[in-house]
């Protein structure tokens, strides 16, 4: 099938999708409807039936899609069957966390390395190594590496960033929770967790207020 | 100042105001104006000035704000002043990646203890503990929990959800990728890192795709 550009929006809804259709069992049928998966994930079935049209050709009239065919159009179209190489930056905590964390590879994300300015000789996680920033740029070259995740510090994200892209590379995954200048060809997706428990906090002190 | 009811999209932009902020070197002029923000942050001015004017009152005319008062007005907004005590479920490794990450501190959110269908005998992540999770509902009664945070697959993630509600969990941070069916007082707040990735290696797709 031919790739549509489609707006972030889409691209939100698409690996709930996903994960919706891994959890139904092997022995349940194999065809699955739109209106199925809008009851299941609680969503507007149009929604679902425009989202799903534009990834997978797959669908018939009162029939539906067939579970693994459209499992696998979904996966290809969110890029999750080519493996992208990536390097980290920051080997603190929450890096070597994601560093040493397994679940990626199902989203076709490879860590290769991490980079720090002050690394223990010889550190590795889960067998990856963690390296002096100043070999980002020959690594980077040698080994091609279009993503970037940044877990460094606020206050030497802009710094690293900027490195990050002299190395080439396109689209960085930012987990600092600061506004980042690029140009106009580099994304920067970011992951800002004090955001999230900023909102679930202020649910919860609402919720205290109303009881009293 | 009295609270207000604000929208999610100012929550999103608080932290990032907070994190600038903090950058600004300490021999730097004690007073910062919504127009310097808004420069620095690259948003836009008219934005900035009222996302302020919601949060804190101290706000001058051509002079701007005092820079510590605002930093406090904003952490106090953000409820990063009350520990919020939370539980984890799941002490798979981005379960104990979490458990052991320092950086929640500063924003308020202690993760007292994970629970697992099988944690090892006595196995501790910087000094917390992994329970089984049969004791999650006597120890959220006796801690008085209110937040939980889901890491375990995402076909067992509805479970869990329904097993924290039922401990008198009232905010849920989901990191499974998949749609959680809650009761209206209780608020979800969806991480899902797939959705990141997705995003990112759209961009590169469509970069390698332009270079051909």
Known sequence: ???????????????????YLKTIPEDASPYISA????NALGMGEVQVRKDLALVSDGGRPKIGYLRE???ED???FLGYDNTTDA????????GQALLGYSGFEAYGLNILAAFDTNPKADKTVDGKPIIPVERMESFCRTNKVLMGIITVPSEHAQEVCDRMIACGIKAIWNFAPVHL???GNI??????????????????????????
């Open 1 to 19: 099938m031919e790739r549509k550009e489609v707006s972030k929006s889409v691209l939100k809804r698409l690996p709930s999708y996903l994960a």
């Open 35 to 38: 209106t199925a998966m809008a």
């Open 69 to 71: 065919g459209l499992i």
């Open 74 to 76: 979904i996966s290809q």
């Open 87 to 94: 390097i980290l930056v920051g080997a603190g905590k929450l």
């Open 181 to 183: 200048d690029v140009p």
């Open 187 to 212: 994304l920067v997706q970011n992951e800002n967790m004090a955001t999230s428990l900023a909102v679930l906090s202020m649910h919860l002190q609402a919720q205290i207020k109303e009881k009293k």
